[in-house]
């Protein structure tokens, strides 16, 4: 079945950087695109960034956009998402998705930044 377990989470001050990774089973990674969200508390779930199926394309939100970069390497099944100058308010739960079917989501990891 469908796997999406992230990791790299943590505790981080403002200014600082975090690589979320998502390594992915039960699918043939190399042939869907995918997306980071996150969830802030009290908010709603939000895309982040999204990368084509070879890594060819990618898109950010507006917030984040020349802080995080969305790569892969289908070789090893993984999406990464490397954030930079991370602001408090990139305090969420980040979760990694495949565009496949109905989509899945992986279990998420907390991304905390504090001031």
């Known amino acids: 079945q469908v796997q999406l377990v992230e990791s790299g989470g943590g505790l981080v001050q403002a200014g600082g950087s975090l690589r979320l990774s998502c390594e992915a089973s039960?699918?043939?990674?190399?042939?869907?695109?995918m997306r980071w969200y996150r969830q802030a508390p009290g908010k709603e779930r939000a895309l982040v960034a999204g990368?084509?199926?070879?890594?060819?394309?990618?898109d950010y939100s507006e917030s984040v956009k020349g802080r995080f970069t969305i790569s892969r390497d289908n070789a090893k099944n993984t999406v990464y998402l490397q954030m930079n100058s991370l602001k408090p308010e990139d305090t969420a739960v980040y979760y990694c998705y495949v565009v496949r079917g109905a989509g899945y989501w992986g279990q998420g990891t907390q991304v905390t930044v504090s001031s």
């Open positions: 039960g699918f043939t990674f190399s042939s869907y695109a």
């Open positions: 990368i084509s199926k070879f890594g060819d394309s990618t």
